[in-house]
């Protein structure tokens, strides 16, 4: 393939999750599925999704502005801008913002399967169904997903670390 993507400062695929907004960058066809970017807004005080477990692709996380807390098992951190979480398939993880003001972080997906479950997500919210429990781990099963439940949502705050301890 050899055409180039560009997308504009307000451009893309823009998908509202409630208080959370998804603007996908890159859908994965100008890489042949290979990887996919979004950019996430997280209003101040917002928590994200409940830990979960991807087995199917890689996830990765800049924090491009605020904060963004990662949960990790039965650790918390707290990622200022500037941070880059890599999550390997299998690894427990969840994120919010804690913060006072807006979080935006930059998303990647390797490959690009998990782009269509921000859509179906999005299609189950705007027909203004409730997210229950079930409902979210239906939509999560689709893209080989799983909860991980055996961890608490209370998860203790640790302080950030090098790279490769989350």
């Known amino acids: 393939m050899d055409q180039v993507s560009l997308i504009e400062p307000n451009g893309g695929e823009h998908i509202d999750l409630g ?3 998804i603007r996908i960058l890159e859908g994965g066809d100008t890489t042949q599925h290979r990887l996919a970017v979004g950019e996430i807004t997280i209003p101040a005080h917002t928590p994200g999704p409940p830990q ?4 199917g692709h890689d996830e990765g996380f800049y924090v491009v502005s605020g904060l963004a807390r990662f949960q990790v098992g039965d650790l918390s951190y707290d990622a200022p801008a500037g941070t880059f979480v890599m999550v390997p398939p299998g690894a427990p993880h969840g994120f919010g913002n804690p913060s006072d003001a807006t979080t935006v972080l930059l998303n990647t997906f390797t ?3 998990y782009v269509q479950y921000f859509r179906d ?3 189950f919210i705007a027909k203004d169904r409730p ?9 999560m099963s689709r893209y080989a997903t799983t909860p991980a439940t055996e961890f608490s949502p209370a998860a203790r705050t640790a302080d950030f670390r090098p ?3 989350l």
């Open 111 to 113: 490959p690009d399967l």
């Open 131 to 139: 997210m229950t429990p079930e409902a979210m781990i239906d939509i």
């Open 163 to 165: 790279p490769n301890i």
């Open 121 to 123: 997500l999005g299609d």
């Open 52 to 55: 979960h477990r991807h087995s």
């Open 19 to 21: 208080p959370i907004q």
